[in-house]
């Protein structure tokens, strides 16, 4: 364990911080999701009246199981991360490791590379059983895996090689420039991580999503018809109409607008298009398009940046202070501390803030949902969306009943009954 009595007053100030932050997002976090799993097993018996007509009662105990499962396993994830991040910080595991790696590589470029490496991957493999229970046992459970252990290993590979390629080389440049550009090294790396996330946005869809999924161009000729002339009508282009095999993985559905300039394209999951007839594509499809009439992921783009830019000015001054690298478990061997180090123990302080700020873009996020509704029901048929977001409620097990205050902290999309009443009370 690693020695904190001798660390300075400053430092001991931070662990407790540190450790009281910890402890107020788990029980924050547990209070919530025990709130969720009261509210719905309590309405678990009743569809709600507003559903009566189109939710069966046997779709509406799916659902609240499903959400009861997820909630109840989301418990255990959270607790072990708790605990790995104690592990890592308070108790010295993060130090232990750099230091191991210090006597084997010397310190440098390579060996803060080499920890950035390391930690990623324990990391992964501590974490690695929840993915799979999640997805091979709860989703299994539900009727919703189709993912085989052979695709699972091969997305997992897949994901390794694009991390190699891509991230390991972005984070080679980022430390290299945290040593070498001076004091105002923050700033430098945030204009390289804007560039890398716009570059990102323009070869996902056409160079990295296609490893893990095929895309076919949409082949129904009355659908593709219809979304064209939406498109036209709403003032938007794009370099093509594709089907993505969803149900390669999962029965979920979706659609989605990505890409940028004439990268963009519209996707439907193959799924999506065998539960919704044509009007209710229409209609999801225009919701879609409302986000980009709202300048919605614009507004996402430009709040990631200037958080970003926060975040790694405040990450430039605390890397500087002693009491930042004693605080969080490094004691006694600060002379090994390196950026690699103080980006690693920021990393782990960030989702506790996170914890905190976050229903405020949840908040932001749900307004937006609204907004693009409104667009689509002013674009399509407000009955077409409101039986589409039904069916895509069903289809993908959620609950109707969830509880109101989980839903104004966590949810990034409405609940059905409002965002459905919202459709049907502006709908022509």
């Not at 996707?267 to 009439?293: I, S, W, Y």
């Amino acid at each position: 364990m690693t020695d904190l009595f001798a660390a300075s007053p400053a430092a001991l100030t931070t662990s407790l911080l540190f450790a009281l932050a910890l402890c107020a997002s788990l029980l924050l976090k547990f209070w919530l999701a025990s709130r969720q799993i009261r509210h719905v097993a309590l309405h678990r018996g009743e569809v709600p009246a507003a559903f009566t007509e189109r939710i069966s009662l046997e779709a509406h105990q799916k659902a609240a199981d499903y959400t009861l499962a997820k909630t109840r396993f989301g418990l255990l994830e959270l607790a072990w991360g708790a605990a790995l991040t104690v592990g890592w910080t308070l108790l010295g595991g993060l130090s232990a490791l750099n230091q191991l790696l210090v006597g084997w590589l010397g310190t440098g470029l390579t060996q803060q590379v080499a920890l950035l490496a390391a930690f990623v991957v324990i990391g992964g493999v501590l974490d690695l059983p929840f993915p799979l229970y999640q997805t091979f046992v709860i989703e299994e459970r539900f009727g919703f895996n189709k993912m085989t252990a052979k695709l699972w290993l091969q997305d997992a590979a897949k994901s390794l090689l694009i991390s190699t390629l891509i991230g390991l080389p972005f984070i080679t440049l980022v430390v290299w420039m945290m040593g070498t550009t001076g004091a105002w090294w923050w700033l430098w790396v945030w204009g390289v991580w804007m560039g890398f996330n716009l570059m990102a946005q323009l070869i996902y869809p056409t160079w990295i999503a296609p490893w893990f999924n095929k895309f076919q161009p949409l082949e129904d000729a009355s659908v593709k018809e219809r979304v064209t002339q939406l498109m036209a009508r709403c003032g938007f282009t794009a370099k093509g109409f594709f089907v993505m095999d969803g149900s390669k993985r999962s029965t979920h559905s979706n659609a989605y607008f990505t890409g940028f300039g004439s990268s963009k394209r519209v996707v439907f999951f193959d799924t999506l298009l065998a539960q919704l007839n044509p009007g209710e594509v229409d209609a999801v499809l225009a919701h879609e398009l409302g986000h980009f009439k709202h300048r919605h992921v614009i507004k996402l783009i430009i709040a990631m940046f200037a958080l970003s830019l926060a975040g790694l000015f405040a990450l430039g001054w605390v890397c500087q202070q002693a009491w930042f690298y004693t605080g969080l478990g490094v004691v006694p061997n600060l002379d090994a501390a390196n950026d690699a180090l103080a980006l690693l123990l920021f990393m782990m302080v960030l989702p506790l803030v996170g914890t905190f700020v976050g229903p405020v873009f949840a908040q932001m996020s749900r307004r937006h949902e609204f907004e693009a509704d409104a667009y689509a029901v002013a674009q399509t048929s407000g009955a077409d969306l409101a039986s589409a977001l039904l069916k895509l409620f069903e289809d993908n097990a959620s609950t109707l009943t969830p509880d109101p205050v989980y839903v104004r902290f966590y949810y990034s999309h409405p609940p059905a009954s409002e965002r459905l009443g919202r459709i049907l009370g502006t709908a022509s």
